[in-house]
Nanobody, 114 residues
Framework: QVELVESGGGLVQSGGSLRLSCAAS????????MSWYRQAPGKERELVAL????????NYADSVKGRFTISRDNARNTVDLQMNSLKPEDTAVYYC???????WGQGTQVTVSS
């Protein structure tokens, strides 16, 4: 069965950096686009970044463009999110998701203090 395990979250000061990682199993990883979503308290879950199955194309929410970078390693079945210049409004639970498969992992909490 599909399993996604997110890690790397934590508490960081405004302007700092974090790198999130998602370990995937239970499906043919290299065949699927992957994404990162986030959900802040009291808000709907939103798409943050997306990467195609080969890693050849990426897309970002306007709010993170230029600060976040999504990448993947098809040999290790992992997808990462490098987050730089973090802002308090980036505080949320971050989830990775397989495009086309209905499954959510447990997420990882990111808290950015001002």
């Amino acid at each position: 069965q599909v399993e996604l395990v997110e890690s790397g979250g934590g508490l960081v000061q405004s302007g700092g950096s974090l790198r999130l990682s998602c370990a995937a199993s239970g499906f043919t990883f290299k065949s699927f686009a992957m994404s990162w979503y986030r959900q802040a308290p009291g808000k709907e879950r939103e798409l943050v970044a997306l990467i195609t199955n080969t890693g050849g194309s990426t897309n970002y929410a306007d709010s993170v463009k230029g600060r976040f970078t999504i990448s993947r390693d098809n040999a290790r079945n992992t997808v990462d999110l490098q987050m730089n210049s973090l802002k308090p409004e980036d505080t949320a639970v971050y989830y990775c998701r397989v495009i086309g498969i209905r499954y959510w992992g447990q997420g990882t909490q990111v808290t950015v203090s001002s």
